[in-house]
């Protein structure tokens, strides 16, 4: 879009997709995209999720796309 001209430097490109707003700027040769966020609510544990993982949660977290799942420290994982 800024190649073609149809944005100038400096413009924002700005995309309505299904899960919301998503941005593009132009940062010298790269395009910084700024994804729309989903935030998680707290959520049980689907079957086999933290067997599969091999770890132990201390917090599980959905939203419409994925799990979160946070671990005591870096080291578990």
Same mark, same amino acid.
């Given at each position: 879009?800024?190649?073609?001209?149809?944005?100038?430097?400096? $413009? #924002?490109?700005?995309?309505?997709?299904?899960?919301? =707003?998503?941005?593009?700027?132009?940062?010298?040769?790269? @395009?910084?995209? +700024?994804?729309?966020?989903?935030? $998680? #609510?707290?959520?049980?544990?689907?079957?086999?999720? =933290?067997?599969?993982?091999?770890?132990?949660?201390?917090? @599980?977290?959905? +939203?419409?796309?994925?799990?979160?799942?946070?671990?005591?420290?870096?080291?578990?994982?």
């Amino acid at each position: 879009l800024w190649e073609t001209g149809a944005l100038q430097v400096g $413009e #924002q490109a700005r995309f309505h997709t299904k899960s919301g =707003l998503l941005t593009a700027e132009k940062q010298g040769d790269w @395009i910084e995209l +700024n994804f729309p966020a989903t935030p $998680e #609510q707290i959520a049980t544990e689907p079957d086999h999720l =933290l067997e599969a993982l091999g770890v132990p949660a201390t917090y @599980i977290g959905k +939203n419409q796309f994925d799990y979160l799942v946070e671990v005591d420290s870096e080291d578990v994982v």
